[in-house]
């Protein structure tokens, strides 16, 4: 129970900071009686502190003062004003005060718990005494449903009896009501206007909206580098927001010049105040070495912290890591769990690799049907690899009925948003007839747009067409030059191609050891006419020395995988190595495949079909 002495400061120090009872308001005496009334064990006047350092009532502006004496509040007395506030702070952060979307919500329910009670304080000084830092507080409390039930069109009039008295938080959000037509119809001229008055105060998130406003174009004509001087006003000030769009302004060079070291300095600035977006970004620029050293322990740990807030992207992300094995333990299970995570809130990526889990029984029990219910609400979301996916799971009649047609539509859809694999999909499908009639020509268009955007597969196919005009007229010399572009890849189907090619002389000078090498390449990846090619060298020293062990040991890779020339090959060629082994009996250099019928050691009928 508190002591009426306390009461009695209390109601003193509300009296001279709001010039109560015929008091002349005095909000520096305010303060030293909430500090007196504080030290006696007032329930309320911490967190009336807290507020007033936060809003600079009667003492100098002081954020992290302010959180303290909240946080103070909060944990001796279950105070719902400083409750309240941590909520909003938690969520939108201040200069040097952390973001910490989790715990926010966790305050946020506290205060609901309690009801409007709780906002007693802050009604009363909005109503009764006018003052526009408690107007702007019971608008977010509107605004948020926090304390008050959420209503857009109560939070728009407090912030405007807030803003019209000139209180620079109450204009800043102003503008952002306008911009985002949140209780008032849209007016992004009418945003910008309220956003300049707020930042000519010193107001930093909206001097971060102003450059927010000229990077878009929102009321006022878009100008980058006038919101890159928007944004470094703002970040030099501490503000988290602002830190993070500097960064990936430089980034991507947007209104400055690129300068990736920059980028992950403002973003590391941004993500030590606890900003999820900067704590996100930071996370990718450690997991590729973007400005900084590749670190993907430090890309998992940056990720993992935006991900505990909420941030889809970032939960995304965070399953990708233990997918794969990134920076933390592989776990398939617990990329599951992010990836589930990450689609409760809507993550088009999510949905998608969800998808994919269930497809291939990746931390969850192989589930068809399931797969492409997540391809196909990321696929409607117009997310192109769920396209190309759901595409794949039609043509080959995966989790749903085999339907052609179907693939097209989505391999199309896809391949028009720059989709190279559905680029390469589509150009098969005309190329075979798949789904649509067949057009070797519009198949050659989509190869060449799939090619151009370096797909091994697509260059393969283009270099085919070419070789055998299929679509266009022949050209060995361009098929040379796709297989060869396919090739730098280690595609190995164009690697046999170009041996072909090589070897023969066509559309390209002969050289039989080039030849041998891309055969040897392709061989090593498995590919079966490239080790038939391959073993045919070392057979008849094509580009290498004669060798008929490994001759016999490709022929019979490549008779086991199916080829059909390389399994009577193989048995021509097991003779012979037996008859020139040293010591054998009917050792010979001499015979050939005649001399070795009559003596009939070989089969003179077709091979069978593997």
């Not at 920076?327 to 398939?332: H, S």
């Not at 799971?393 to 028009?416: H, Y």
Request: glycine letters at 10%; proline letters at 2%; charged letters at 20%.
């Amino acid at each position: 129970m508190q002591s009426p002495a306390a009461t009695h400061l209390f109601k003193l120090a509300n009296h001279f900071l709001f010039g109560r009872k015929g008091y002349k308001q005095q909000p520096s005496l305010a303060i030293t009686y909430y500090k007196g009334a504080a030290n006696l064990g007032h329930p309320q006047a911490l967190g009336v502190l807290g507020f007033c350092y936060e809003f600079g009532l009667g003492v100098e502006k002081d954020f992290k003062k302010s959180e303290q004496l909240y946080l103070d509040a909060a944990k001796k007395y279950n105070d719902g004003l400083s409750m309240a506030r941590l909520a909003f702070l938690r969520k939108y952060g201040r200069p040097h005060v952390s973001i910490d979307r989790a715990e926010a919500e966790e305050w946020a329910d506290r205060v609901r718990r309690l009801g409007q009670e709780a906002m007693r304080w802050i009604v009363e000084a909005a109503t009764l005494d006018n003052d526009a830092a408690a107007q702007y507080a019971l608008g977010v409390s509107y605004h948020d449903g926090i304390g008050m039930p959420k209503d857009e069109h109560a939070a728009f009039r407090w912030y405007k009896a807030s803003a019209d008295q000139g209180n620079p938080r109450g204009q800043g959000i102003l503008g952002y009501c306008y911009g985002e037509g949140f209780g008032v119809p849209k007016d992004e001229v009418e945003a910008m206007k309220w956003y300049r008055l707020a930042a000519a105060q010193g107001e930093t998130v909206a001097i971060y909206n102003v450059g927010y406003c000229y990077e878009d174009g929102i009321g006022v004509d878009k100008d980058v580098k006038e919101a890159v001087k928007w944004y470094r006003i703002s970040a030099e000030q501490g503000n988290a927001f602002a830190q993070n769009s500097l960064g990936y302004c430089y980034e991507d060079g947007i209104g400055v010049e690129q300068d990736l070291e920059q980028a992950a300095i403002w973003y590391q600035q941004s993500a030590e105040q606890g900003y999820p977006w900067a704590e996100c970004n930071l996370g990718y620029c450690y997991q590729n070495g973007i400005g900084v050293a590749k670190n993907d322990t430090l890309g998992a740990h940056w990720y993992r912290r935006a991900a505990v807030q909420g941030h889809a992207r970032a939960q995304h992300n965070l399953g990708f890591c233990y997918q794969n094995g990134i920076g933390v333990d592989r776990n398939e299970q617990e990329a599951v769990k992010w990836y589930r995570r990450s689609a409760e809130r809507g993550n088009i990526f999510a949905y998608h690799s969800l998808g994919y889990c269930y497809q291939n029984g990746i931390g969850v029990t192989a589930n068809e049907q399931e797969a492409v219910f997540w391809y196909y609400l990321s696929a409607e979301e117009n997310h192109a690899p769920a396209q190309l996916s759901l595409g794949y799971c039609f043509r080959n009649g995966i989790g749903l009925p085999k339907n052609e047609r179907e693939a097209v539509k989505w391999f199309r859809r896809s391949a028009e948003q720059g989709n190279a694999l559905a680029q390469n999909s589509l150009g098969f499908c005309y190329e075979e007839g798949l789904g649509v009639k067949k057009d070797p020509a519009r198949a050659v268009f989509w190869y060449h747009k799939s090619a151009r955007q370096n797909n091994p597969w697509a260059q393969c196919n283009l270099g085919f067409c070419y070789a055998n005009a299929i679509g266009v007229e022949k050209d060995d010399a361009k098929a040379v030059h796709w297989y060869r572009q396919a090739a730098a890849q280690n595609h190995a189907r164009a690697m046999d191609k170009l041996g072909v090619h090589l070897q023969n002389g066509v559309g390209v000078s002969k050289d039989l050891v080039a030849a041998f090498d891309m055969f040897r390449r392709a061989a090593e990846q498995k590919h079966v006419s490239a080790a038939f090619h391959l073993a045919n060298c070392y057979e008849k020293g094509l580009g290498c020395t004669v060798d008929l062990r490994q001759a016999t040991v490709w022929f019979e890779r490549a008779a086991f995988a199916g080829c059909r020339s390389s399994h009577e090959r193989l048995r021509r060629l097991l003779v012979r190595v037996c008859l020139t082994s040293p010591g054998s009996a009917l050792s010979t250099g001499m015979m050939n495949d005649d001399d070795l019928l009559c003596c009939g050691f070989i089969s003179g009928h077709a091979a069978p079909a593997a």
